[in-house]
């Protein structure tokens, strides 16, 4: 009777490992840090940054998008800040502002790690919420503007990072809308550089 009971305690004690190990792997991703004297000064996980956007010809597009972010984990950086867009073609010009945040999760730090191919480059994860004040005249399909309305997009993909300094690095991204807010800002997919310093 007694063996029964140790053998029942091992076999219950045994089913609780695997939840051990992913609580133990889900807290090593979360925390990121070995100890907290290995946790890097704030100052030093703010970064800056954003991208811009020039088109001149018949069509004009001017974007600028600047950010500031923060690392929160080795691995996993948010960022927020204004955006603002100018858009000129043969039937008129028009503008959109407002703000995006983001989040980035770095997946592969250097892919050639992975694959030896001589390129030390990161792959990224990124996660953006943007709200723009767009023209009524987008709504409405009139050339006659009656006030502005807000329009939220988010967007999701992937960007390669090189880095080009210690602190600096050239962002390629490749992000699709994933949600339809009936008004196409955005192509599918929208491909932006960007600079993070």
Known sequence: MERKNIKTVCVSNMRKIPTMVILFFLFSILSGQESEKDTPALKDRLFYGGNIALQFGTITNIEIAPVVGLWLLPKLAVAIGPSYIYYKDMYGSIDFYGGRAYTQYVVFR???????????????????????????????????????????TVLGGFAISQQIGNRSSVNLMFLWTLNDPGYQIYSNPEIRIGFVF
């Open 110 to 152: 250097d892919l050639d790690k992975f694959i030896p191919l001589g390129v030390h480059t990161s792959l990224c994860l990124h996660l953006e919420d943007e709200m723009l004040s767009l023209d009524s005249r987008l709504k409405d399909n009139t050339s006659v503007s009656s006030g502005r309305f807000i329009n939220n």
